[in-house]
Structure formats: C-alpha cells, structure tokens
Nanobody, 124 residues
Framework: DVQLQASGGGLVQAGGSLRLSCATS????????IGWFRQAPGKEREGVAC????????YYTDSAKGRFTISSDNAKNTVYLQINSLKSEDTAAYYC?????????????????WGQGTQVTVSS
C-alpha cells in the first residue's frame, strides 16, 4: 500500500534551519510528483513546493522562494524540504503528498496520497 512518512519537524528558533524528510513506499517513485504542504493553526492548507521525481524539476510558491529547497533522493525514494532562515510565520504542520506526474507541477488539488504531518514550531 502507498505510504508517505514525513519527519524532521521540531522546535527551532527564528533564523534557524530544518530539513524535513518524506520517505515513501508502495508506488513507483519516478511516476509521481511529490509536494510539500503546510497548515498553520486557523488557516487553510497551502502548497509550498513540489518536485518531479523523474527529472528533478521543482516548483515553489511565492512564499517559499528563496528560503525553501526541495530535493529528492531517488535511490531512497525520499524527498526533502530544506527550510532556512525560519520565521514565526513558518510555524505549521507540514505534510508531504504524491500526485501522478501526468498533472505537472503546481497543481495542488491533484495530490491523492498523503502522509501524516510533522510539526514545525518557530520561536521568536
């Protein structure tokens, strides 16, 4: 069965960095795009970044450009999200999800498979 396991969240001071991991199994990794989403308290879930695991193409929302880097290790079927210069507004539960690569990048409504969230809390 399809599984996505997000990890790497934690409590960090503003200005610090974190690397989130999304370990996947149960599907052909190269056939899917993997996206990272986040949901802050009282707010809707939003897409942050996504990657084509077949060719490494990436896509970032405007809020993620400059401080977020998404990457994949196809040998490990794992996608990473590096977040630098963390800000209090980055506090949220972060989720990874998979969508068929046929949809292209940036189509946030097409993600079918979801992992559980990992909490990122930034203290000021």
């Amino acid at each position: 069965d399809v599984q996505l396991q997000a990890s790497g969240g934690g409590l960090v001071q503003a200005g610090g960095s974190l690397r989130l991991s999304c370990a996947t199994s149960g599907f052909t990794f190269d056939d899917y795009n993997i996206g990272w989403f986040r949901q802050a308290p009282g707010k809707e879930r939003e897409g942050v970044a996504c990657i084509s695991t077949s060719d490494g193409t990436t896509y970032y929302t405007d809020s993620a450009k400059g401080r977020f880097t998404i990457s994949s290790d196809n040998a490990k079927n794992t996608v990473y999200l590096q977040i630098n210069s963390l800000k209090s507004e980055d506090t949220a539960a972060y989720y990874c999800a998979a969508a068929g690569s046929v949809y292209g990048l940036g189509f946030w409504s097409q993600y079918d498979y979801w992992g559980q969230g990992t909490q990122v809390t930034v203290s000021s």
